[in-house]
């Protein structure tokens, strides 16, 4: 795989065997001799992942990992810290200073490898959406991306059919605030799966009646739980078995028996970093939103209409398609006598209006300043005429009062644009219906003039 992977270690043997198990599998390296090399290469160097020594002279491995994620620039690139010892205290120590995951030396190089591509995976995941999230920041739109998120509140599913194991996990979670429900077998777990969403899955690889493979690999392809952290807990000696979950695209994996603290750690770790990434979507989702949407009206903008046109055109729709321009009369004469927060009232309702006279099919958008476009697929000559009149009709019949109470009448005048059976394109269609918009003002404005393309 092609990663790149800083190594820091004091001692050049262990950092040599490292560096030659991640070059056999393709993967860029760099290395470190202590901590506060390490946290000027990282930053630099911006590496996918770190596995870091715990004992180092100088600064050790736990202080390392807490600066790294203190930096604003290092914070969200993977940690995994590599131990002689192995004992569930440092273990606990490392997690609590943000570390990933932990290796025990000497290294295995399957485990390492299901360790590197699992984080690394995920780590150009968090990459892609915190580039997208930083579009929204700078639209205005985007919270703190460097927030840590509580876990209090969110919802874990264990699955387990050894009652010692799942009541440890059980009673472990709810000291992190993490509400956990049980299903005792796959089947159980699915279901739950389809009826609630949870933001970290737990899957004992012991049970008994059924392969727990086939039920991370069922989990994983599930639509709501694709991108759900999944945590393994196994057996020491089941190592194939969660290398090849880790390859089914599990999250983390925990041995048994269970360590309370440490399982509180991982599983507080996994769902901050779902949190995380829920939230980097969220601000995608905004910015997209706002960048579609007209503030003013809640229509689709001209942006949003462009593409939609090309869409149904290029679909094969444009041979059955029609295209309404709607602009306000005197609109000018509105704002130059009640002010322009009239003048937006006005837009507003007019909005409100032609989104509730057209078809939950057809496409409204806010063309610009004062104008409106429908866009009705399927529609020819005759509907659109119809649908026409009944907009101009309704907006004309709108009650509509200036801030004094004086009442203000509004009228629209509407241009058809109908492809009427030859294919058309989405700027001949705009084109007739502006034309047509023309002669209705031309014609004395409240009117509906129409332009028909063969």
Not at 29 to 42: C, H, I, V, W
Not at 107 to 133: C, F, I, P, Q, Y
Request: aromatic share 4%.
């Amino acid at each position: 795989m092609s990663a790149r992977i800083l190594i820091v270690d004091d001692v050049p043997a262990n950092t040599r065997l490292l560096e030659a198990k991640l070059s056999a599998e393709y993967c860029q390296t760099s290395t470190a001799r202590d901590g506060f090399e390490a946290l000027t290469a990282a930053a630099e160097w911006q590496p996918d992942l770190i596995l870091l020594d715990v004992m180092m002279p100088g600064m050790d491995g736990f202080e390392c990992c807490r600066r790294l994620k203190a930096g604003a620039t290092t914070r969200h690139i993977p940690v995994v810290m590599v131990t002689a010892l192995g004992q569930p205290s440092e273990r606990l120590q490392g997690l609590e200073a943000g570390a990933d995951d932990f290796l025990t030396k000497p290294v295995e190089s399957e485990t390492l490898m299901a360790r590197v591509r699992s984080l690394v995976g995920l780590k150009r995941l968090l990459d892609e959406w915190h580039a997208r999230g930083e579009t929204a920041r700078a639209l205005g739109l985007g919270t703190d991306p460097f927030a840590v998120p509580s876990v209090a509140g969110t919802r874990a599913l264990v699955v387990d059919d050894w009652d010692v194991s799942a009541s440890a996990t059980m009673d472990a979670l709810p000291k992190e605030g993490i509400i956990a429900s049980r299903a005792r077998s796959g089947r159980e777990a699915m279901a739950m799966i389809h009826d609630e969403a949870f933001d970290l899955i737990v899957v004992s690889l012991t049970l008994a009646e059924e392969d727990s493979l086939r039920l991370v690999s069922a989990i994983r392809a599930g639509a709501r739980s694709h991108e759900t952290p999944l945590l393994l807990l196994a057996e020491t000696e089941a190592r194939e078995q969660v290398v090849r979950g880790f390859e089914l695209g599990a999250s983390d994996w925990l041995m048994l028996p269970v360590d309370e603290n440490e399982l509180r750690a991982r599983a507080r770790n996994q769902i901050r970093r779902k949190l995380y990434q829920d939230n980097l979507r969220s601000d995608l989702g905004s910015a997209l939103e706002m960048a579609l949407i007209d503030p003013l009206t809640g229509l689709y903008n001209q942006r949003y209409l462009r593409r939609h046109l090309t869409g149904l055109v290029a679909s094969g729709q444009g041979r059955q398609l029609s295209v309404l321009m709607v602009d306000v009369d005197h609109f000018k004469r509105v704002n130059d006598e009640h002010g322009h927060a009239t003048g937006d009232k006005a837009l507003r309702l007019i909005a409100d209006t032609l989104r509730a006279n057209t078809r939950v099919f057809d496409s409204l958008a806010r063309y610009g300043g004062e104008e409106f476009v429908v866009v009705m697929p399927g529609a020819d000559v005759d509907d659109a005429s119809l649908a026409a009149e009944r907009l101009r009709a309704a907006v004309a019949a709108a009650d509509f009062s200036a801030p004094g109470g004086s009442k203000v009448g509004l009228t629209v005048s509407v241009g058809v644009g109908c492809a009427t059976g030859s294919p058309v394109t989405p700027e001949a269609l705009l084109q007739a219906a502006d034309t047509a918009l023309y002669a209705a003002k031309a014609g004395g404005r409240n009117r509906v003039e129409l332009a028909a393309l063969t």
